[in-house]
C-alpha cells in the first residue's frame, strides 16, 4: 500500500524492505529462498495462472512473435550471454554458458506492472505476455540440461541442447492439453464455483508435476492447461464462477510474487552484492547484448518473411530495456548442485544482477516507456474498448433478465423489459463496427500497428452484431 502511494513499482518496494529487515536484524533468523519451494510451489502457480488469465486469441493472433522469441530468441540469449560472459569474466565456456542460461529469464511481473500504469499498446502487452508465459519452459529444459553437462565435465553440444528443448516442448504441450481438457471436462459439470476453483488448483499442480514425472517440461504443460481451462470457463461457465475462478487466481499470482520478492530481499547480502560488484556490472552489460541479440535478430528475420507481423523498433527497445530478471533466476542459482564448478561466483553474480535489474530497471522502465513515446493514449482504441464493455454488460442484463423471468422474478411485461434491452445491445454494436472500420482504414503503416489484428476485430464485432 505503501509502494502505491509512493508510485514505486511494489515489487521493488518488497526487495528492498526485504534487505532492510535483514540488516536491522530484526527477525532472529531471516528465511531465505528455497529453490524446492520456488519449483513446486511458486511457479506451478503462477505459469497456470498466466495461462488461465491469459486471452487465447491474443496468443493465437500473435503466435509467431511469441513462438519466434520463447525458442529461437531464448537460446540466441542463453548463446550470446553465455559467450560474452565467457570473454568478459573469462569463465571456461560451460560454467558461462550455464550463468547465461539463468539470467536470461524475464520476470513478467515487473514489466506489466509497468504497463498496467503506461497505456501501452495491446499488442505489444500480448506478445509480452505471451513470451514470459513460455520462455520459462524453454530456459528450465536447457539449464536442466545444462547443468548436467557441466557438473559431468562435458561439453555443451548445441544440436543436442536444441533436441532436448524441441522435445521437452512438445511434450509439455501435450501433457498441459491433454490434463487441461480433463480439467475443462470437471469444472463444466461441477457448478459449484469452490469446486471448480479446488479442481483448478489441482490441476496447476497436476501438470506441473506430472510432466516433469515424464522428464518434459512442466513450465509449458502449466502453461499449456492453464489456457486449455482458461478458455473452457470463460465459454462456459456462468458469470459468478468466472469472477469466483478469477478473482481467486488474481490473489493467488498477487500472494506468491509478494512473497518471492520478498524473499529475494530476506536472502540478499549487501556484503556479498559489494564484494561481487564489479563481476556483477560486467554480467549486467553481458545480459544486455545477450538480450539484443535475442531481440533484434529474429525481428528483423520476421519482419522480412511476414510483414505483416512485423515489430516496430520502438517496441523492440522495450524487450530490450524491460529485461527485467526475477526470483526464478536466483532460485536456479540456488539449485545448482554443490559440485558446480565456479558455483559461489555464479550465485553471488545471479543475486547481483537480480536485485540492480528489479530495482534499477523496474523503477526506469515507465520512463523508458515514456521516452520512447508508447505511452500516448489512442482516442479510438478508447473508444473501442468501451464499446466493447458495454455490449459485455448489455448481453449480461439480457441473459440475468431472461433467468428472471423463467424463475418468475419479474411480470411477464416481456416485451416492454427486450425492447430497453436490444436497444442497448444495438447502441454499442453499431458503434463498434464503426470503429472496427475506421481502425482497418486508419492501419495504412504496418510498421506502427497490426493489421491482420484489426481485420480479426471487426469480423469479431460482426460476428457478435
Request: aromatic content about 6%.
Amino acid at each position: 500500500i505503501g509502494a502505491k502511494r509512493a508510485h514505486v513499482p511494489y515489487n521493488v518496494a518488497l526487495v528492498v524492505g526485504g534487505m532492510l529487515i535483514t540488516l536491522s536484524h530484526v527477525l532472529p533468523e531471516a528465511p531465505h529462498l528455497e529453490p524446492e519451494v520456488v519449483f513446486l510451489v511458486c511457479l506451478p502457480a503462477l505459469l497456470f495462472e498466466g495461462g488461465f488469465t491469459a486471452q487465447l486469441d491474443s496468443i493465437r493472433t500473435n503466435l509467431a512473435p511469441i513462438a519466434l522469441l520463447a525458442t529461437v530468441g531464448m537460446m540466441l540469449a542463453i548463446g550470446a550471454t553465455g559467450g560474452a560472459l565467457h570473454l568478459a569474466l573469462d569463465l571456461p565456456w560451460g560454467p558461462a554458458v550455464l550463468l547465461g542460461c539463468i539470467l536470461a529469464v524475464t520476470d513478467t511481473v515487473s514489466i506489466l506492472f509497468a504497463f498496467r500504469r503506461a497505456p501501452v499498446p495491446p499488442r505489444l502487452a500480448a506478445i509480452v505476455l505471451g513470451e514470459s508465459l513460455f520462455n520459462d519452459g524453454t530456459a528450465l529444459v536447457a539449464y536442466a540440461a545444462i547443468s548436467s553437462i557441466v557438473v559431468a565435465g562435458g561439453t555443451v553440444a548445441l544440436p543436442l541442447l536444441t533436441a532436448k528443448v524441441v522435445l521437452a516442448t512438445v511434450g509439455g504441450l501435450a501433457v498441459g492439453l491433454a490434463l487441461g481438457m480433463v480439467g475443462s471436462f470437471v469444472i463444466r459439470r461441477t457448478e459449484d464455483p469452490l469446486a471448480e476453483i479446488m479442481a483448478t488448483t489441482a490441476l496447476a499442480f497436476a501438470a506441473f508435476v506430472g510432466a516433469e514425472e515424464l522428464h518434459v517440461s512442466g513450465a509449458i504443460a502449466g502453461v499449456t492447461a492453464g489456457l486449455t481451462v482458461g478458455a473452457t470457463a470463460r465459454r462456459t461457465l456462468s458469470p459468478s464462477s468466472q469472477v469466483a475462478i478469477q478473482s481467486f487466481w488474481e490473489y493467488m499470482a498477487f500472494g506468491v510474487n509478494t512473497f518471492l520478492f520478498l524473499l529475494v530481499g530476506l536472502s540478499s547480502n549487501p556484503s556479498t552484492l559489494l564484494a561481487s560488484a564489479p563481476q556483477t556490472a560486467i554480467a549486467v552489460a553481458c545480459v544486455f547484448v545477450g538480450r539484443a541479440v535475442a531481440i533484434y535478430l529474429p525481428f528483423f528475420v520476421l519482419g522480412r518473411v511476414r510483414r505483416s507481423q512485423a515489430i516496430p523498433p520502438r517496441w523492440q527497445h522495450v524487450f530490450v530495456l524491460g529485461n527485467i530478471k526475477g526470483a526464478l533466476s536466483i532460485a536456479l542459482a540456488l539449485g545448482l548442485p554443490k559440485d558446480t564448478p565456479f558455483r559461489p561466483l555464479l550465485v553471488d553474480v545471479a543475486f547481483g544482477v537480480t536485485f540492480i535489474s528489479l530495482v534499477a530497471q523496474a523503477l526506469l522502465l515507465g520512463r523508458v516507456l515514456d521516452w520512447l513515446g508508447l505511452t500516448r493514449r489512442d482516442p479510438l482504441a478508447a473508444a473501442i474498448s468501451e464499446h466493447q464493455a458495454k455490449l459485455v454488460t448489455a448481453r449480461a442484463a439480457r441473459a440475468e433478465l431472461d433467468s428472471l423471468l423463467a424463475n418468475g422474478m419479474v411480470p411477464r411485461t416481456r416485451e416492454v423489459f427486450l425492447g430497453a434491452i436490444s436497444h442497448e445491445l444495438r447502441t454499442p454494436i453499431a458503434a463498434l463496427k464503426v470503429s472496427a472500420q475506421l481502425l482497418v482504414r486508419r492501419l495504412d503503416t504496418p510498421d506502427e500497428q497490426n493489421i491482420e489484428g484489426a481485420r480479426l476485430l471487426a469480423k469479431t464485432v460482426d460476428r457478435q452484431a
